[in-house]
């Protein structure tokens, strides 16, 4: 499986920026997919992923960082993974990688199977 995250970029704070990750090969929808972040001097952290429930219904979880600005989706039809992300604040600056795991657990504690090569979010003041 092969992520490609695109969608960074410049943004004033409060500005919005949608991030994508697009999988190629493998089965899209027995993976989780993950969203995170890691800036300068600083290790990675966990932004958000999305999963599905056993009835087939998309969960969701957040860092209490982003929750409530960020919201995770997925397009299993387009095999792509989406991270919205609202009233983005300075301290949002960091490069966002986007990962998968067929375990979920696994991939809220930042292990993946497979990681993209990340997408640069720069935001100012």
């Known amino acids: 499986v092969q992520l490609q995250a695109s969608g960074g970029g410049l943004v004033q704070s409060g500005g919005s920026l949608k991030l994508a990750c697009v999988a190629s090969?493998?089965?899209?929808?027995?993976?989780?997919l993950g969203w995170f972040r890691q800036a300068p001097g600083k290790e990675r952290e966990f932004v958000a992923a999305?999963?599905?429930?056993?009835?087939?219904?998309?969960?969701?979880s957040y860092s209490d960082s982003v929750k409530g600005r960020f919201t995770v989706s997925r397009d299993d039809g387009k095999a792509t993974a989406y991270l919205q992300m609202n009233s983005l604040k300075p301290d949002d600056t960091a490069r966002y990688y986007c990962?998968?795991?067929?375990?979920?657990?696994?991939?809220?504690?930042?292990?993946?199977?497979?990681w993209g090569q990340g997408t640069q979010v720069t935001v100012s003041s």
């Open positions: 990962a998968s795991n067929t375990n979920w657990s696994q991939l809220r504690r930042g292990t993946a199977d497979y």
């Open positions: 090969g493998g089965i899209f929808g027995a993976y989780a």
């Open positions: 999305v999963g599905w429930s056993a009835d087939y219904t998309p969960y969701t």
